[in-house]
Structure formats: C-alpha cells, structure tokens
T-cell receptor, first 111, second 111 residues
Framework: NAGVTQTPKFRVLKTGQSMTLLCAQD?????MYWYRQDPGMGLRLIHY???????AKGEVPDGYNVSRLKKQNFLLGLESAAPSQTSVYFC??????????FGPGTRLTVT | GQQLNQSPQSMFIQEGEDVSMNCTSS?????WLWYKQDPGEGPVLLIA?????ELTSNGRLTAQFGITRKDSFLNISASIPSDVGIYFC???????????FGKGTKLSVIP
C-alpha cells in the first residue's frame, strides 16, 4: 500500500495563476482532508470530504475549492493564487474521522 | 475556533534524558491524539486516547488522557537522536469528523 500520496511535491506560482493539488489514497477511506501548515500555526483545516461527491468547509476555506469525484482522490484548487497562500499543504485520509493518515506534503510558493 | 495550548513550544535535551510535554484545552474532547512530524514529512500518528484517564504506551512513548477530558500529556523515555521533530496534540469531539491541532512542541536532542 502506498497510503496517501500527493502531487506535486513542490510548486512555484506567480500571483494570479491557478493550480490543482492532487491527493490519492489506496486505503478505501471514507474521509479525506486538506490542511495547510504555516510556521508557528500548526495545521489548519481548509476543506474536507466525508464521502465521494461531498465536500465541506474547514477553518480556512477562502481562496480554495475542492472536489471528490472518486472515493480515492481529493483535489484542492487555487483559482487565483495569492502570496498569502504560500504554505505547505497536507492531505489526510481516515476511516473513522479521528485517526488520520497524512501524505508527504506539497510545498507551494506564490511570488 | 477551538484552541489547544501545547507546552513547551520547544525544548533541547541531552540524549538519554526523559521528555514530557502537555496539551490543554478550555473545552472537553472525546479523543486525544499525539502525532510526530519529522522534517520535510507529514505527521505520523503515535498514540490515540479514547477514554478519560486512559494511559497508553507505544514503546518508549507514554500518553495519558486527562480525567477532566481537557488535557493530555506525552512522555518520551531515554530519548535518542531520531526523536527529533515536532510533536502535535490533536483533539476531536463526539460525532465530529474534524481534528483540531495544537501548534506543536519542537524537540531537539543533543547527542
């Protein structure tokens, strides 16, 4: 099992550009999550999904959109990137909601 | 939103020493978890606590879920260099799919 994988690992964007981050899990988990991690802030939840075709907002959803068209994939989109979205993005999945398994992260820089 | 207070923020210890860190909240939670994040990696679950008063060990790690359900501690015995990293506590409430993370304790081990 690969667990939770994320692509790409690194990306540099110019302000106003768009991009999509892909998360995939092979554990047949129902729940998937997108977090961002900034220095000194811990992990903050952006959006999450409790099943295929469903999404919900987390603590810091503004400027992001998500889609869960297939159970194993959870996509995070930035329509118009801003420097404030420079961060490390982590995807996680869970069967129960409490015990979450994290991917290796995507380091995004917006200039 | 919910706030978790983790302390200390950072600590430097000699190899072989024991380590203790804790996490407190003003609210009651049903599940407390401890994660470790190695540099450049995603968080990895160390210990999950589901019952007030529960004391659980995982090798050299021991964690307890406080009786009031508002706090937890993590102890590491006989520290080794690979214990270096950031330790996060996280909580979730009854029926919730979401985790709230503390800001982390950064551990450095001096050989």
């Amino acid at each position: 099992n690969a667990g939770v994988t994320q692509t790409p690992k690194f990306r540099v964007l110019k302000t106003g550009q768009s991009m999509t981050l892909l998360c995939a899990q092979d554990m047949n988990h129902e729940y998937m999550y997108w977090y961002r991690q900034d220095p000194g802030m811990g992990l903050r939840l952006i959006h999450y999904s409790v099943g295929e075709g469903t999404t919900a907002k987390g603590e810091v959803p503004d400027g992001y959109n998500v889609s869960r068209l297939k159970k194993q994939n959870f996509l995070l989109g930035l329509e118009s990137a801003a420097p404030s979205q420079t961060s490390v993005y982590f995807c996680a999945s869970s069967q129960s909601g409490a015990t979450q398994y994290f991917g290796p992260g995507t380091r995004l820089t917006v200039t | 939103g919910q706030q978790l207070n983790q302390s200390p923020q950072s600590m430097f210890i000699q190899e072989g020493e024991d380590v203790s860190m804790n996490c407190t909240s003003s609210s009651i939670f049903n599940t407390w978890l401890w994660y470790k994040q190695d540099p450049g990696e995603g968080p990895v679950l160390l210990i999950a606590l589901y019952k007030a008063g529960e004391l659980t060990s995982n090798g050299r790690l021991t964690a307890q879920f406080g009786i009031t359900r508002k706090d937890s501690f993590l102890n590491i015995s006989a520290s080794i260099p690979s214990d270096v990293g950031i330790y996060f506590c996280a909580v979730t409430g009854a029926g919730s799919y979401q985790l709230t993370f503390g800001k982390g304790t950064k551990l450095s081990v001096i050989p």
